[in-house]
T-cell receptor, first 114, second 112 residues
Framework: QQQVKQSPQSLIVQKGGISIINCAYE??????FPWYQQFPGKGPALLIA?????SEKKEGRFTISFNKSAKQFSLHIMDSQPGDSATYFC?????????????FGQGTILTVHP | DAGITQSPRHKVTETGTPVTLRCHQT?????MYWYRQDPGHGLRLIHY???????DKGEVSDGYSVSRSKTEDFLLTLESATSSQTSVYFC???????????FGPGTRLTVL
């Protein structure tokens, strides 16, 4: 079964702190790992994504760390801000006849206190 | 929202009635997807399309059908709505099969 397990379900961080969300997958055919950010009443928006040929990708305050042997990847938000308060989803997919279908984690509600 | 519109944005209907949700894109992307979002489940794929008239089932396709007669429109139909189909439905589009997906604003459906 193509599962992606995400933890924690919720996370509270103080302004300026580091937020860390973890995901684990089972299907070794997965080769694309995006993270989505969703604000209430809006659709998910791509935040950052990684492919397994690199172990880390950084875009501004957001970093994905990828561990292929452990089948795990994580999102780190540095210098967390109240505006980062949202729900975050990890996901995974693979190409070919899978047509890029995304399998999502269960989501993490992040609250950043001022 | 990356040139994606969904209609209606909100709908309340009764059990047993048919419901059609529409996703419209202006990007001319080949791939389109329908997901449902429920608390504790993240987003789950219902159906997807990899071209006009080319569609296939996703993880939670029971009770749903789709049609794509032109590139820009992807319709999701609940043949006979049930309370378990109360959810928020998102359409997504992608230029390639294993690349970034752009999501629409969603449709909140309540089945009484």
């Amino acid at each position: 079964q193509q599962q992606v397990k995400q933890s924690p379900q919720s996370l509270i961080v103080q302004k300026g702190g580091i937020s860390i969300i973890n995901c684990a997958y089972e299907n070794t055919a997965f080769d694309y790992f995006p993270w989505y950010q969703q604000f209430p009443g809006k659709g998910p928006a791509l935040l950052i994504a990684i492919r397994p040929d690199v172990s880390e990708k950084k875009e501004g305050r957001f970093t994905i760390s990828f561990n292929k042997s452990a089948k795990q990847f994580s999102l780190h938000i540095m210098d967390s801000q109240p505006g980062d308060s949202a729900t975050y989803f990890c996901a995974a997919s693979h190409g070919g006849t899978s047509y890029g279908k995304l399998t999502f984690g269960q989501g993490t509600i992040l609250t950043v206190h001022p | 929202d990356a040139g994606i519109t969904q209609s209606p944005r909100h709908k309340v209907t009764e059990t047993g009635t048919p419901v059609t949700l529409r996703c419209h894109q202006t990007e001319n992307h080949r791939y389109m997807y329908w997901y449902r979002q429920d608390p504790g489940h993240g987003l789950r794929l219902i159906h997807y399309s990899y071209g006009v008239k080319d569609t296939d089932k996703g993880e939670v396709s029971d009770g749903y059908s789709v049609s794509r007669s032109k590139t820009e429109d992807f319709l999701l139909t609940l043949e006979s709505a049930t309370s378990s189909q109360t959810s928020v439905y998102f359409c997504a589009i992608s230029p390639g099969g294993n690349n970034e997906q752009f999501f629409g604003p969603g449709t909140r459906l309540t089945v009484l």
